[in-house]
Nanobody, 115 residues
Framework: QVQLVESGGGLVQPGGSLRLSCAAS??????MGWYRQAPGNQRELVAT???????NIADSVKGRFTISRDNARNTVALQMNSLKSEDTAVYYC???????????WGQGTQVTVSS
């Protein structure tokens, strides 16, 4: 059974940093990534990374957020620096399993940027 378990969310002041981690199990994974959803907004892409390490980063976080993965451990991480209040959202881990490319989601972790 495929499971994605996020960790690392919390409350941070503007300008601060947080690191989110997602541990995936139950399959091999193709593209993995992070999405976020703020109250009243649609879920949006933050960053994705392919099994070969190619990344896709949203313009709104480019230069501040970095995505990485460890294929041997089936983990994906999101390093978030220079956080802004508009980064406040629930962050979701996302992964596509191999070979079907079916999509799975984690339960979400809250990130709040506030003074």
């Amino acid at each position: 059974q495929v499971q994605l378990v996020e960790s690392g969310g919390g409350l941070v002041q503007p300008g601060g940093s947080l690191r989110l981690s997602c541990a995936a199990s139950g399959s091999l994974f193709s593209t993995m990534g992070w999405y976020r959803q703020a109250p009243g907004n649609q879920r949006e892409l933050v960053a994705t990374i392919t099994i070969t390490g190619r990344t896709n980063i949203a313009d709104s976080v480019k230069g501040r957020f970095t995505i990485s993965r460890d294929n041997a451990r089936n983990t994906v991480a999101l390093q978030m620096n220079s956080l802004k209040s508009e980064d406040t959202a629930v962050y979701y881990c996302n992964a596509n399993v191999l070979p079907s490319l079916d999509e799975y989601w984690g339960q979400g972790t809250q990130v709040t940027v506030s003074s």
